[in-house]
């Protein structure tokens, strides 16, 4: 039986810069990072940006399992302590929604509307996936690998549990882990204790919280939010192309000081010292970040990086003067890829690396 | 100079349940709680409700220190192993934001929309605030003690440190702590670190994150967040009367599972067992819940609470049965405050209690 309360399947919104109760309060339940965090190679605890599509599980350490099913040869089951007795691995990770800089897309779909805040790095602490995908030991004709949360709900009136898949060839080259703590501490439950993956280089989606299930599967993987939801589209007639790795972006820790409605921004005259971070996906790195005033641009300087798949920091000296300005920041990765000035187009907004505009104004 | 960008005198939002970029942007940058938490004692670390008026400072423990200044006959600095160094208290708190409700106000004032998820419980940790106090001896004359962090930027185009005060009266009543910890870990960078206060009873706005000034005085505080935000008004001719004690509520977790974008709950019929906290300001103790199905109240069950000025849980038996229904829950404090039906009238949304309402509908 239908929810009559579900949405119905997704539309654009009727207006830009214009937002309903229901967009509003996606945007209230789903937090982004704060950008002033920018300035940390590790987000703080809490601090992370979260998109929760259902609700948060609060589940149990000491009963949860894990199961390996399906078209395994040597299917088995993990206890947390089994899990947290493998070899430990940490690795910072730097993490974006798909759906990051959807506000700003014209039409907008209707869906959580993002700024730009919806990144962070956290450092993750778990165990490598790929010896245990081996000693399950996949079928011959296994294709793909699908994870599944706990976490249940509907989406344009379909219920289902939340759940990805990866081919065994995306498998082999991707460091997934199998994650329990972050940041040095027990994995927190809104981030999906007791267990998540973290898929480095992807953005958010394939990173599966609250994993209960681990499927080996002879066939592509259907789960709503592989075929429906993650997908590049052109219009409502494109079937799409899959979402996966994270495109070249950076942003800016916002100069000076705020006003609390416009978040724009007031900056003293003089030297400034503008920072920030800029990434890209699959452990590529950040060649160059060029930082803009008033569409000039001026080359940064790169800072490094804590890890193949964590954000490298770059900083900027910039003389304030008087007047109001328009700062940018340009990510280059070390394939070319360079962030576009405008949001590149996509139905539902998905995979938006425009250029960060901050508008401040120098008093004197 | 003024900054042009700073919003101008707060307006009311110009159409019910139409939000434009800045509220929708203030309700990312703010997060609440997630209402499934109110299944917990205790909020999880980075789950609870945070509203920040400017930026997170981020600060050096080491180097920070707070002073007491102004009229004391005594005054001194502390660096933070000197507070540490203090009788520690950790205490359960739940703190609300006073514009906690806003949103569905009307019309409603300009500024951070909050559905009903701007309020937390952390356990937190710190020494008392009134030995302190004594210690610096407030001069005679004395009739406040103001609070002052290092967060500063503009609201309406005025420029200032974030700062709230409490007369000696009210601190002779309240048991306000300086906080260093939470949750058993340290203060988290957006939660007020190294130093905050928290004053239990009172909504969130006295509870100054980013302390470093403790200041006695001789005049009445003048600080704009005293005496031009946080104030209850009948209409902008209203001078207004200071917002301090959190008046009575209660939510309840939703039943069931939600659908993504409404957030409306699919629920299997058969008996539910509902859950959800309650509250009042003060230490106040709830007498009382009510659990009402489509208009008909049935009494809950208390469940109890772990400190004076934490919440009580509470439950309440449902028979869910086919069809769309309407729960809400309201509480009643020791004083037979309860809440009311519709929200209570204020000029910027400032605390409404109303009962909240959750749409479920039921299968078969």
């Not at 927190?188 to 209960?212: C, D, E, N, T």
């Not at 075929?227 to 590049?232: E, F, G, L, P, Q």
């Not at 770059?314 to 920041?329: F, I, M, N, S, Y």
């Amino acid at each position: 039986m239908t929810n009559p309360f579900s949405n119905p399947a997704p539309k654009p919104a009727t207006q830009d810069g214009v937002f309903d109760d229901s967009e509003r309060s996606l945007a209230n339940r789903n937090s982004g990072t704060l950008l002033e965090t920018l300035a940390l190679d590790v987000t703080p605890t809490g601090a992370h940006y979260l998109l929760t599509h259902f609700d948060t599980p609060l589940l149990d350490d000491s009963t949860h399992r894990l199961t390996f099913q399906g078209a395994f040869t040597h299917p088995f089951e993990m206890s947390m302590d089994d899990i947290r007795a493998r070899p430990q691995v940490t690795l910072p990770v730097t993490l974006e929604c798909a759906g990051n800089g959807r506000a700003s897309l014209s039409p907008r779909r209707y869906s959580m509307p993002w700024n730009c805040e919806a990144v962070g790095t956290y450092e993750w602490t778990g165990t490598l996936l790929a010896p245990l995908i081996a000693q399950a030991k996949p079928a011959k004709d296994v294709v793909e690998i699908s994870f599944t949360g706990v976490d249940y709900g509907y989406d344009s009136g379909i219920g289902h549990f939340f759940g990805r898949s990866l081919t065994l060839a995306q498998l082999e080259e991707l460091e997934v882990l199998l994650v329990y703590a972050m940041n040095g501490q027990p994995l927190l439950p809104q981030h999906g204790a007791p267990l998540r993956i973290v898929v480095p280089g992807w953005y958010g989606m394939a990173s599966v919280k609250w994993l209960s299930s681990i499927e080996a599967l002879t066939e592509p993987f259907r789960g709503y939010q592989q075929v429906n939801t993650y997908r590049y589209k052109d219009n409502d007639q494109d079937e799409g192309r899959p979402i996966t790795e994270i495109r070249v972006k950076s942003l800016m820790v916002p100069p000076g000081v705020p006003d609390w409605i416009s978040r724009a921004r007031f900056v003293e005259p003089g030297p400034v010292t503008i920072g920030g971070r800029a990434w890209s996906g699959a452990g590529r790195a950040i060649t160059r970040v060029e930082f803009g005033v008033d569409g000039i641009w001026h080359e940064a300087d790169l800072t490094g990086r804590s890890s193949r798949y964590a954000w490298t920091g770059w900083r900027a000296d910039w003389q304030a003067e008087p007047g109001t300005h328009v700062l940018q920041c340009r990510a280059t990765d070390e394939t070319g890829a360079v962030q576009p000035l405008d949001p590149p187009w996509d139905l539902s907004g998905f995979g938006n690396n425009a250029v960060q505009t901050v508008r401040v104004f120098v008093g004197d």
